[in-house]
């Protein structure tokens, strides 16, 4: 016993003398994205608006160095979740951020909120299973809950008076997640629901002749990334497109309208943030990230700006020492920064309380695709899972 | 009655798509006796090739029609450079040394193309509909591909069936040893083939481009289906390559477009939904299984 206290107490004497050392060496954030394969698109897409976000910051938070250790998770859960251990276990991060894809999500939030006990913030994938019975005080997210995008374009369906409708989307956690959402509030008639193979079934022409067939008011899709790229075209050369519009969720933005071009003018689709939304804080990034890529960033970009912000915000108002989780967490909860989305409240699963507008594929002045807002589709939407989560 | 018909369509241009990717590794397993994975690789090349071209040319046909001499002499050089050497060596090193191709020409493709993907336009006139039946419309790019795939099918079939060439090609699927021993030049005869297995994938990546993206590593999904195709087939038959391609086309289409209606007779709709997709998938390795315990060498392979 005598033993032990004297244990203890040399180790908090270490501890103490090295406290100063402590205080000099950075800030570790790990960064899990896709950096190869065909969805690398998306991963250099969050690493600029992460780099961008250290430049805005001056490369300090809380007036403490900070350095991004980027991991690709190869579009693979069990590679992602090997990565996020790395990060935990072998780099020892502050943070741990990223994340597009919500199995990849799954495999690695065991090991990163519970075993390595890291705050994890999710910049894109928002799994039904975390903001609900799954939920982790060890997790944030700055993008929103899967049901909730779809939901919001039920919504606005209703109001446009779309009569019926036929839902496609991948056969993963996510696409059933997203049509489950759009169903949650859409009003009219589901003609058909189809899930296709992921992530290798790129041809649709089965579904379009399907579609063709049974000649409903609307499509309703979840393709992201290079898989909404083949839609639409597709959608497009089928002749559909003057027929059945199409309406769709994460299929149509930055990152795809460049391959989509004038194809996907006109069509529309939920987001909880466009580059055109009126705030400072959104003017400042989207302005310095054209000027310094040329392109618009995309939704998952702004996303992961927000989570370098969200940090930021909580080693600011704990002046860099991030020693206590507790404190750092009841920091990150108040979201305390100026979200490019606009100002937003986490609820008691720690995803966002949010708006989401309906944005349309249109061309810039310059003659290049982009979306804009064209309404408000719901406000301060609170995702349909957060009363399962036991947290308060 | 002509949903039936479209979905039918959409399942032979399917099958002659796989098939143009399958013929050429057919031939160089078949005579060859070479375990080919960088096929694939090939069939990415002639897209990102044509994309290149394309840009250049500013026309979709002459950017695609000057992409397949381009993907043979790649095809020649890839066989100079590392196939010659896997000749004499065991499967495994082939497997190996072709993995390692895989490789090099993503990162090739990285260095050279960047990682986002490329897109090909549908050519102008054939951005539309036309009506196959009076008032049944089918997206022309994709009939296109059909004519273009059955044309080279029949080339195909002349070339094994009627010229000195295809004697040869024939000769060494059966019996490789024999016809070097009648003084055949069998490093040109090997060198040509796995070039025209190389135009043949290049052909079909340029194709499937417009449908799909030109992206890294897109051939390496569609190959294991390919190897399926000549393993159906049986291994070193054109024939067999064709028709195991036809119907893969038709199951996986049947397995998209009338399997979710089927399950939901007796399943509940969400549950159909879901198991619909994943049945179809493992439909074709079913298939492969079926054929390989009633006849092991493949529908048309070589009985041994």
């Known amino acids: 016993m005598k033993n032990k206290l004297f244990g203890t107490a040399t180790i908090a004497a270490v501890a103490a003398l090295s406290l100063p050392a402590a205080a000099q060496s950075p800030i570790k954030i790990g960064f899990v994205s896709t950096f190869s394969g065909p969805q690398a698109a998306i991963g250099e897409d969050m690493r600029r608006s992460v780099e961008l976000a250290k430049e805005h910051l001056g490369g300090k938070m809380g007036g403490k160095p900070f350095e991004i250790i980027y991991e690709d998770d190869q579009f693979k859960p069990d590679v992602g979740k090997a990565r996020s251990e790395k ?306 | 009655m002509e949903y039936l018909l479209l979905q039918v369509l959409n399942g032979v241009q399917l099958g002659l798509l796989m098939f143009l990717l399958a013929a050429g590794l057919t031939l160089t397993l078949g005579i060859m006796d070479l375990v080919n994975l960088a096929h694939g690789s090939l069939y990415m090349m002639g897209a990102y090739i044509a994309w290149t071209l394309i840009g250049v040319t500013d026309s979709f046909v002459l950017g695609a029609l000057l992409a397949l001499p381009a993907t043979f002499l790649l095809g020649v050089i890839v066989e100079a450079v590392v196939i010659r050497r896997l000749y004499a060596r065991d499967h495994l090193t082939q497997v190996l040394a072709t993995f390692g191709l895989i490789l090099f020409f993503n990162e090739l493709v990285r260095a050279l193309w960047g990682p986002g993907g490329k897109s090909i336009a549908v050519p102008g006139f054939l951005n539309r509909t036309i009506e196959i039946l009076p008032g049944v419309p089918y997206p022309a790019y994709r009939f296109a591909i059909i004519v273009v795939g059955a044309v080279v099918a029949i080339l195909l079939a002349w070339l094994v069936a009627r010229t000195r060439l295809g004697m040869l090609i024939r000769a060494g699927a059966s019996n490789r040893r024999m016809i070097g021993a009648l003084g055949v030049n069998i490093e040109l005869l090997f060198t040509l083939v796995f070039g025209l297995g190389a135009v043949f994938a290049g052909l079909a990546g340029l194709m499937a481009a417009p449908i799909a993206s030109v992206r890294i590593g897109m051939g390496d999904d569609i190959l294991i289906l390919a190897l399926v195709i000549i393993v159906i087939g049986g291994i070193g038959s054109i024939k067999g390559a064709f028709i195991a391609a036809m119907i893969v086309g038709q199951i996986d289409i049947v397995g998209r477009a009338f399997l979710p209606d089927l399950l939901k007779t007796f399943m509940s709709s969400s549950a159909a939904s879901s198991a619909a997709p994943a049945i179809s998938q493992v439909l074709v390795y079913v298939l492969m299984a079926a054929v390989l315990v009633w006849r092991p060498t493949g529908l048309f392979g070589q009985r041994t």
């Open chain 1, 87 to 392: 990060l935990v276990q072998q780099d020892k991060v502050n943070f741990i951020a990223g994340y597009i894809w919500s199995n990849v999500l799954l495999a690695s939030l065991k090991a990163v909120a519970d075993e390595g006990d890291t705050i994890m913030i999710s910049a894109n994938a928002g799994p039904s299973q975390i903001a609900g019975e799954l939920c982790n005080k060890n997790f944030f997210s700055t993008s929103w809950q899967n049901d909730q995008t779809p939901m919001a374009m039920g919504e606005y369906l209703n109001t446009k008076g779309v009569k019926s409708l036929y839902l496609v989307g991948p056969n993963y956690a996510a696409g059933k997640d997203m049509l489950a959402g759009v169903k949650r509030t859409y009003k009219g008639k589901i003609v058909s629901e189809d899930f296709t193979k992921w992530p290798d079934q790129l041809d649709f022409s089965a579904e379009l002749t399907k579609i063709a067939a049974a000649k409903p008011d609307g499509i309703f899709i979840f393709y992201p990334g290079a898989h909404g790229v083949q839609f639409v075209k597709q959608w497009a050369q089928s002749g559909l497109n003057k027929t059945v519009p199409l309406y769709q969720v994460f299929s149509i933005d930055a990152i795809t309208l460049p391959q989509q071009g004038d194809l996907a003018i006109g069509t529309l689709g939920a987001q909880e943030w466009v580059n055109d939304l009126p705030n400072e804080a959104n003017k400042k990034y989207v302005e310095d990230f054209k000027k310094k890529h040329g392109v618009y960033p995309s939704y998952y970009g702004a996303q992961s700006y927000d989570a370098i912000m969200l940090m930021a915000s909580a080693a600011e108002a704990l002046k860099g020492d991030l020693s206590n989780k507790d404190k750092v967490r009841a920091e990150m909860k108040k979201a305390n920064f100026k979200s490019v989305r606009g100002d937003f409240k986490f609820g008691n699963n720690n995803f966002p309380i949010e708006n989401f507008y309906i944005q349309e594929a249109v061309k810039d002045p310059q003659g290049m695709m982009t979306v804009k807002t064209i309404a408000t589709a719901v406000k301060n939407a609170v995702d349909p899972f957060a009363e399962k989560c036991p947290m308060k």
